[in-house]
Structure formats: structure tokens, C-alpha cells
């Protein structure tokens, strides 16, 4: 019954539109940076690749549930990956892992800030509709 | 269960825009790693081509004390696998390059000419030899008509500055009688242009060594052992990020799976010809051993093994004649390094099949060549007990500096790095001075052969232990599978800057390399 009760939560739920569509274009933003990256790194450097790959993953299905009404816990989720992407692109834009992510240089980038300006407004939007719903 | 009509437009958004585009994105990605991981090399019969032997190159001139000779780096077309026709660079558009030989104290001057599309450096692999003709990766020879706008990245941090065309390098040859190799040695391209032919032999003789009554003559023989992969074609196949070595520099992914990474051929060729045969008489031969491979370490020996005695008696190293030779059943050769071994056929019967196998390959890639023992013959040479007067190795006591560096692999594609740094021309990473003795410490994960320029060194010590079976002599290449080794060299006798590195030439490529100044 549990199931029952969860489903009606997230469709009895309806939120304000406006920023759920906001937040679902910042997510599909920061999934067309990482896809537009995803082939050079992969072929090169499998780590940094994989990663966006799942980066890609989690942000798609993030925007599409943003633009059907998430429940609670889709936002939390969405809360602590956006957080944890934001804060791996930070630390290696301070800390050097060539062994890892590739790159000795910390280069900051057009796409990296663009991404990750997206990620921190996500965040910022999933927070205002965690609490507008409850 | 019943879906509603939103629930459907959402579950299939979610499986295309959520699955469907970056599963469709990274496609094309896998595909090419997937492609360049399963080259296979047509296949040839073992022991069937003779093993041949690079031309000794004559000097244009001769003026004095001092050999000029020309060398042109060029696309050739050569038979390597019976009935295909393979595209090399070769020095003189050949694989290996002409030999040169000469003796110490004779200067040789080589003017290398660059037909090749791509800019080139050419160095002298174990040779003492002045900043300005050490071929620094960034002293480019550039084609001529290619313009320093068409370069990858920004060239920075030379040492003779860039030329064109053609450049003329000075090797005073001031040094004891060795078995070098030439090699190309462009920064972040090494490993593909090495990989494409760019590589040969360069002989250093002398009084001590001629009198000697080592094998000499047709029996002495170099051999270069070197592994490649060759496509349907029969060209042969590098997985370089950028083909045409003017983009991106670097290998695809698929050659930094598993801890052994690099490029790895399933085809070995010995001095260019795969896995040749050798006909011996039953007498004593010289091999001056060099791996000549991009990242595969052999460990040789002979099947059978003789009936007697060991298999190889080592005579030199990478910096020339041991004192004593040292006798081995085996040979751990790690890239660029030098085993000078004599191979005693005494102690086969004539009609015997000996031969060389790398017991660190599986497969195909777990033989190396054969010799055949085809006649009987009077032994004229002898292995003295005593080669080389006694070796006059620096002293740790006299050490002034102890240096630590850590060469750390990738993962999975990862930068290679020495001490967490990538390579930068301009940045100078010791400054021993000159006529100074120093310790160099070098640790290893997983496995490095580390190459120091313009100096040899001893191995004093490995894994805190005493040096290992293969550290004897004078080096300038140590294998470190894991561990660390400590070395002793003196600095001299030029100063200016020089590169150290990982001779696994996709780890120099990926960045694996530092230099230090001699001030
Ligand atoms: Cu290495």
C-alpha cells in the first residue's frame, strides 16, 4: 500500500510550474555540457568519462522528472548530485589528479563555469521547491 | 499494473533523455575503443625470414678526427610481413635506421634532414653528448614547408631553438666503447614516431674492446626487438588520439586497460623482420640486445637451454663493457635498455633449432626469433675473465644531494606523472651542478624503465636491498617493476638542461618526463 500512498503524494503534488520548468532547463543545460564533452574525454581518458556519462544520465532523468512533478525525495537526490558534481569540478580545479582525471593543468573553462553556474542555480531552485512543498 | 497516460509520456522521456542520448552520445566513443583494442596482425610463420642486419650508414666525409655523415627522415615503403608492403618513417626512409659506428674520441656529425609531414628530434639514446645536439623534445626540426602556426599546443622552453629543414648534431663521442641507439624524441609524439620506424643503431668501439677475443665481425650482431600490430593492410597500426600526430597527442583509452599499459604488438620484429631466423655456426656469437619496443619488457631466454653452461654470458650493458661478465639464464629487458650478451652454440649439436623466448609473453608474443646451428666451425673467440679494467663508479660517500622521484602511471587514460607533475619544457625539476655527484632515488607504480640524458649511472641499491641481477655495469635505463631503485651519477661534463624520463614511451608521451639543469 505504501506505493499507493507515495504515487499519490507525487501527483497530488503540482508545485509552481514556472520553477519547475526552470530547474528541469538548468538540469538539461548542464546534460547537453556534459554530452558535448563526453566523446573527446571518453576516447581518452575512461575515468572523467564514465563520470560524465553518469553526470549525463542523472541530469536527464532529473529535468524529465522536474517537468512531471518530483516527489520529495527526487529532490533531495537531485539536491546531493548536483552538489557532489559542483564540488568534484571544484576540487580539481585546485587539486591536481593527472593520474586520474587526465590533466595536470586546472583549467578553467567556458563550459566548466557555464555547467557549473547551472548546477549551483539547480541546487539553489530544487531547495526552493523542497520547500515549497512541505 | 495500470499507467496512466502522464505516466507513460514520463517513463519514456525518462528512458530517451535520461538513457537513450548519452548511451547514443558514448556510442561512437566505445565503438573506437572497442575497434582499436581488436587490431590483429596477420599472421606470419615463425622462423622463416632471415634475420637481417642494418646497413652500417658511410659518412659523406671525413675531415681530421671528425666523420660527417647525412640522414634523411623519410616515408619509406618496406616488406616487413611476407607479401604485404608497410608504410614506415625511417631514418633514410629504412627500419631500423643505418647503423653508425665509430670509435671514441672520433666526433661524428650528423645533418638530419626532415622529409616527414610531422617536426621531429632526434636523440642520441645513451650518448654524452652537449645540450644543443641532445635533441631536446622541444628543439623541433620542422618540415620545410610547415609553418609554426600548423604545431599542436605552443612550443616553449628549448634549448638549441627550432630549425628547419634539416640539423646539424655534434656527438664528440668522448666516451667508452657502448651500444647506443638513435631515436626520435618529439615531445608528446615519441611513442608513435618511434612506433613508425624512427629508431637505429649507433656503435661506439674502442682500443680496449679490440683487444679483446669477444665475437666480432659477421658474430657480432645487433638486434633490435621491437613489437608492433599491423591492420588487414599490413600497414601498421598505432592507436594514436590524432592520427596525423598534428592534433591532440596521446593514445585512445584502450591502451591504458589492465596495470601493464602502452602500446603492445602482437607481432615481434627483430631489427624489422617478425620473429627471423638466425643460421649460427656452433660456435660463440655476440648480441648487443637492445628493446627497441614502446612499452613491452622481454624476459629472454633460450629453449632448449644448452647442454651446458648458461644461456647468455652478459659482456656490456647500456654504458659499455662490464668488468667481468656475469653470466645469465635469463635477460629482463626492459624498454631502450642494453644487454650485451655472448650466446655460446658450442653446446648444441649441429641441426639444433635454439630459440629466443620471452617468457613474460603469452601466446604469440612468447617467442622472439630462432637461431639455427647449421655447421661446425673452429672457435676463435674466448670470454676473459677480465673485460673492462675495473669500473670507476662514483661513490655514494661523495654523493652532495639525495633526490627522491616518484613516477606514478595513469588510470585508465590518466596522466602519467613524475613526483604529481606533467611535463613542462620550461620547468626545472633538479639542478645538480656541474662535476657534482648526487643520489637519485626512483620509485615506481606499477612498473617504469626510467631513462636519465647525458649521464650513466650505478645502481647502488634496489628495494633497499643490494642491486638486482640485471643492474650490473654502467646504466643509463633502470627497470623498476614496482619498488625503487637508488642510482649514483656524476654530472659532467656539459652543463645546460637535459630531460629525464620513463622510456614507456606512451608514459613519456602522457606526460612522464621532467628535466633537470646541470648548472
Ligand atoms: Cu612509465
Not at chain 1, 3 to 30: C, K, N, P
Not at chain 2, 371 to 376: G, I, K, S, Y
Request: proline share 7%.
Amino acid at each position: 500500500m505504501s506505493v499507493v500512498i507515495e504515487r499519490h503524494d507525487e501527483s497530488a503534488w503540482t508545485g509552481d510550474a514556472t520553477s519547475r520548468y526552470f530547474a528541469a532547463a538548468l538540469a538539461f543545460t548542464s546534460q547537453a555540457i556534459h554530452l558535448w564533452i563526453l566523446p573527446d574525454t571518453f576516447v581518452v581518458t575512461l575515468l572523467p568519462g564514465l563520470f560524465f556519462f553518469l553526470v549525463a544520465i542523472g541530469q536527464g532523468l532529473l529535468g524529465v522528472s522536474l517537468l512531471f512533478g518530483p516527489g520529495r525525495w527526487t529532490l533531495r537526490l537531485g539536491i546531493s548530485f548536483n552538489l557532489l558534481v559542483v564540488a568534484l569540478w571544484t576540487i580539481t580545479r585546485f587539486v591536481s589528479l593527472p593520474a586520474l582525471t587526465g590533466s595536470a593543468q586546472l583549467n578553467v573553462g567556458m563550459l566548466g563555469i557555464v555547467s557549473t553556474v547551472a548546477e549551483i542555480a539547480l541546487v539553489m531552485s530544487l531547495l526552493k521547491l523542497l520547500g515549497s512543498e512541505q | 499494473m495500470k499507467f496512466t497516460r502522464r505516466e507513460f509520456s514520463k517513463l519514456g522521456l525518462m528512458a530517451g533523455v535520461g538513457f537513450g542520448i548519452p548511451l547514443g552520445t558514448v556510442a561512437g566513443p566505445v565503438d573506437r575503443l572497442a575497434e582499436s583494442a581488436s587490431v590483429t596482425s596477420p599472421r606470419v610463420e615463425k622462423f622463416e625470414v632471415p634475420l637481417p642486419v642494418p646497413p652500417v650508414l658511410e659518412p659523406v666525409r671525413t675531415e681530421g678526427t671528425t666523420d660527417y655523415y647525412e640522414i634523411t627522415q623519410r616515408e619509406g615503403a618496406v616488406e616487413i610481413l611476407p607479401g604485404y608492403e608497410t608504410t614506415v618513417w625511417g631514418y633514410n626512409g629504412i627500419f631500423p635506421g643505418p647503423t653508425i659506428e665509430t670509435r671514441t674520441g672520433r666526433e661524428v656529425v650528423i645533418e638530419q634532414r626532415n622529409e616527414l609531414p610531422v617536426p621531429v628530434s632526434t636523440h642520441l639514446h645513451g650518448g654524452v653528448t652537449p645540450p644543443e645536439s641532445d635533441g631536446f623534445p622541444t628543439d623541433l626540426i620542422l618540415p620545410p614547408d610547415l609553418s609554426m602556426d600548423d604545431l599542436p599546443g605552443h612550443v616553449s622552453g628549448t634549448v638549441a631553438g627550432i630549425s628547419r629543414g634539416s640539423k646539424e648534431y655534434r656527438y664528440p663521442n668522448e666516451q667508452r666503447a657502448a651500444t647506443l641507439w638513435y631515436h626520435d624524441h618529439r615531445m608528446d609524439f615519441t611513442g608513435p614516431q618511434v612506433y613508425k620506424g624512427l629508431a637505429g643503431f649507433y656503435i661506439i668501439r674502442d682500443d680496449i674492446e679490440d683487444e679483446l677475443p669477444l665475437p666480432h665481425g659477421e658474430k657480432d650482431v645487433p638486434l633490435m626487438i621491437a613489437d608492433r600490430i599491423f591492420t588487414d593492410d599490413g600497414e601498421m597500426y598505432y592507436p594514436s588520439v590524432d592520427p596525423s600526430l598534428m592534433g591532440d597527442h596521446g593514445v585512445l583509452a584502450s591502451a591504458s586497460l589492465g596495470v601493464h599499459t602502452g602500446v603492445f604488438g602482437d607481432t615481434i620484429l627483430v631489427n624489422g623482420a617478425p620473429w627471423p631466423r638466425m643460421e649460427v655456426s656452433n660456435t660463440k656469437y655476440r648480441f648487443r640486445i637492445l628493446n627497441a619496443s614502446n612499452a613491452r619488457t622481454y624476459e629472454l631466454a633460450l629453449e632448449p637451454s644448452p647442454s651446458e653452461g648458461n644461456s647468455f654470458v652478459q659482456v656490456g650493458s647500456d654504458g659499455g663493457l662490464l668488468s667481468e661478465p656475469i653470466p645469465h639464464d635469463k635477460l629482463l629487458v626492459s624498454p631502450a635498455e642494453r644487454f650485451d650478451v655472448v650466446v655460446d652454440f658450442s653446446h648444441y649439436s649441429v641441426g639444433s633449432e635454439v630459440t629466443l623466448v620471452n617468457r613474460r609473453g603469452e601466446g604469440r608474443v612468447s617467442d622472439v626469433m630462432q637461431f639455427e646451428v647449421v655447421r661446425e666451425e673452429e672457435e676463435r673467440s674466448e670470454i676473459t675473465s677480465q673485460l673492462a679494467p675495473d669500473l670507476d663508479f662514483p661513490s655514494p660517500d661523495d654523493a652532495e644531494v639525495t633526490r627522491r622521484f616518484i613516477f606514478l602511471a595513469g588510470m585508465l587514460g590518466g596522466m602519467s606523472t613524475i613526483n604529481g607533475n606533467g611535463y613542462d619544457p620550461e620547468r626545472i625539476d633538479a639542478d645538480p651542478r656541474l662535476g657534482s655527484t648526487e643520489i637519485w632515488e626512483f620509485d615506481a607504480d606499477p612498473a617504469h624503465p626510467i631513462h636519465m640524458h647525458l649521464v650513466h649511472f650505478k645502481v647502488i641499491s634496489r628495494d633497499g636491498g643490494p642491486p638486482g641481477p640485471y643492474d650490473a655495469g654502467w646504466k643509463d635505463t633502470v627497470y623498476l617493476d614496482g619498488g625503487n631503485v637508488r642510482v649514483v651519477a656524476t654530472f659532467t661534463p656539459y652543463r645546460g638542461k637535459y630531460v629525464f624520463h620513463c622510456h614507456n614511451l606512451e608514459h613519456e608521451d602522457m606526460m612522464m618526463m621532467a628535466n633537470f639543469e646541470v648548472v
